[in-house]
């Protein structure tokens, strides 16, 4: 069983940063490829970017590409996601969710386990 609890959401104008984080208890993200999603109003979960726990490679949905950024941190077992450059349109709830097999697919029925997720709201 892997737990996972997200922070770092907010309300931030448009061009502005945040950070969301991803802390996971029960296993370590070593053994595990992470995705991040977000889900707006009235819309269907979308990926974001994901990491695979095999060769610490990092994929990126076209629309982030270039502005949001995945790291993550052993120690803390923890997996971050910046945000730069942020626009309206990036408002939504994020997930950080984890899977067994290396593979970072973006459909969401792929991932095994999910946070709670955390609100950001990006202001015009």
């Known amino acids: 069983q892997v737990q996972l609890v997200e922070s770092g959401g907010g309300l931030v104008q448009a061009g502005g940063s945040l950070r969301l984080s991803c802390a996971a208890s029960g296993r370590t993200f070593s053994s595990y490829t992470m995705g991040w999603f977000r889900q707006a109003p009235g819309k269907e979960r979308e990926f974001v970017g994901g990491r695979r726990w095999t060769d610490g490679n990092t994929y990126y949905a076209d629309s982030v590409k270039g502005r949001f950024t995945i790291s993550r941190d052993i120690a803390k077992n923890t997996v971050y996601l910046q945000m730069n450059s942020l626009k309206p349109e990036d408002t939504a709830v994020y997930y950080c969710?984890?899977?067994?097999?290396?593979?970072?697919?973006?459909?969401?029925?792929?991932?095994?386990?999910w946070g709670q997720g955390t609100q950001v709201t990006v202001s015009s």
């Open positions: 969710a984890v899977r067994r097999e290396p593979r970072v697919p973006v459909a969401p029925s792929e991932y095994n386990y």
